[in-house]
C-alpha cells in the first residue's frame, strides 16, 4: 500500500498583497453603488418609456368600439387609454384635454419618417361652429443616443366639421382603425343621431394631418 502523500498547500499571500485585494474590491463596489444612484433611475425609466412607446405603437381597437359617447351635453362614455397616459407621463406635455383618444398608432409621413401618433377629441373648446376640437400629438421615436425621454416632435389640431349642422341630441366617435397598405393613413368613424360618418385622415410630411369626411 502506497503511503499517502501529504498535500502541498500554497502559501498565504503577503499581508499588503491581500489589503490591496480588498481595497480594489471595495473601490469597485463603491464604482458601482454611485453609477447605480447616478444613472440607475433615468435608465429604469429610459427602459420603462421604451416599454410603454412598444404598446403604443402597437395599439389598436375593434372599428365597431365606442371611445367617446355624449347625449346631449351629458358624456357617457370617454375612453381611458392606459398606454397613452402612462407613455405621456414619461415626459411634461401641457395643453392635452381629451374625452377621448380616437387613434394611438405607429404612422409613416410619405417621406417615410416614423413617429408615434395620437388623435384626441375634446367637446371643451369646439372651434368655431364646429362641434369636436380633434388634436393630432407626434413623438419622435425613442433612441438611446438621442433622448431618454420621449419627444413630442409636432402637434396640431386638424380642421374636423361634424355635419350636418343641425341640433346635435346624441353621438360617438369610435376607434380609429391604420391602413396596413399605407401607413400614413387611417380611418375613423363617428355617429350623429344614429347616422354614421366616415373619415379619412392622411399624415404629411410637414407634420400635419389632414382629415375629410367621406359623402
Same mark, same amino acid.
Given at each position: 500500500?502506497?503511503?499517502?502523500?501529504?498535500?502541498?498547500?500554497?502559501?498565504?499571500?503577503?499581508?499588503?498583497?491581500?489589503?490591496?485585494?480588498?481595497?480594489?474590491?471595495?473601490?469597485?463596489? @463603491?464604482?458601482?453603488?454611485?453609477?447605480?444612484?447616478?444613472?440607475g433611475s433615468g435608465l429604469w425609466r429610459h427602459a420603462e418609456s421604451l416599454y410603454w412607446e412598444r404598446k403604443c405603437l402597437v395599439y389598436t381597437l375593434p372599428p365597431s368600439h365606442v371611445v367617446f359617447e355624449m347625449n346631449r351635453s351629458n358624456i357617457v362614455h370617454s375612453e381611458v387609454c392606459i398606454p397613452q397616459n402612462r407613455f405621456m407621463g414619461m415626459g411634461k406635455f401641457s395643453g392635452t384635454?381629451?374625452?377621448?383618444?380616437?387613434?394611438?398608432?405607429?404612422?409613416?409621413?410619405?417621406?417615410?419618417?416614423?413617429?408615434?401618433?395620437s388623435v384626441i377629441c375634446s367637446t371643451r373648446f369646439p372651434n368655431g361652429v364646429e362641434r369636436f376640437r380633434l388634436q393630432c400629438?407626434?413623438?419622435?421615436?425613442?433612441?438611446w443616443n438621442i433622448s431618454l425621454?420621449?419627444?413630442?416632435?409636432?402637434?396640431?389640431?386638424?380642421?374636423?366639421?361634424? @355635419?350636418?349642422?343641425?341640433?346635435?341630441?346624441?353621438c360617438k366617435f369610435f376607434a380609429g382603425q391604420?391602413?396596413?397598405?399605407?401607413?400614413?393613413?387611417?380611418?375613423?368613424?363617428?355617429?350623429?343621431?344614429?347616422?354614421?360618418?366616415?373619415?379619412?385622415?392622411?399624415?404629411?410630411?410637414?407634420?400635419?394631418?389632414?382629415?375629410?369626411?367621406?359623402?
Amino acid at each position: 500500500m502506497e503511503a499517502i502523500k501529504p498535500l502541498n498547500y500554497a502559501p498565504h499571500p503577503p499581508a499588503a498583497q491581500r489589503i490591496w485585494r480588498f481595497v480594489y474590491r471595495l473601490i469597485l463596489f @463603491a464604482a458601482i453603488v454611485l453609477a447605480t444612484i447616478q444613472w440607475g433611475s433615468g435608465l429604469w425609466r429610459h427602459a420603462e418609456s421604451l416599454y410603454w412607446e412598444r404598446k403604443c405603437l402597437v395599439y389598436t381597437l375593434p372599428p365597431s368600439h365606442v371611445v367617446f359617447e355624449m347625449n346631449r351635453s351629458n358624456i357617457v362614455h370617454s375612453e381611458v387609454c392606459i398606454p397613452q397616459n402612462r407613455f405621456m407621463g414619461m415626459g411634461k406635455f401641457s395643453g392635452t384635454i381629451s374625452d377621448g383618444t380616437i387613434f394611438l398608432h405607429e404612422m409613416r409621413r410619405p417621406n417615410g419618417r416614423r413617429y408615434l401618433v395620437s388623435v384626441i377629441c375634446s367637446t371643451r373648446f369646439p372651434n368655431g361652429v364646429e362641434r369636436f376640437r380633434l388634436q393630432c400629438l407626434q413623438w419622435s421615436l425613442s433612441r438611446w443616443n438621442i433622448s431618454l425621454w420621449p419627444q413630442l416632435a409636432d402637434w396640431n389640431e386638424p380642421s374636423f366639421m361634424t @355635419a350636418p349642422i343641425t341640433p346635435l341630441s346624441h353621438c360617438k366617435f369610435f376607434a380609429g382603425q391604420p391602413d396596413a397598405n399605407n401607413p400614413s393613413h387611417f380611418t375613423f368613424d363617428y355617429d350623429l343621431d344614429g347616422t354614421r360618418y366616415t373619415c379619412d385622415a392622411w399624415l404629411n410630411n410637414d407634420g400635419q394631418l389632414i382629415v375629410s369626411q367621406r359623402p
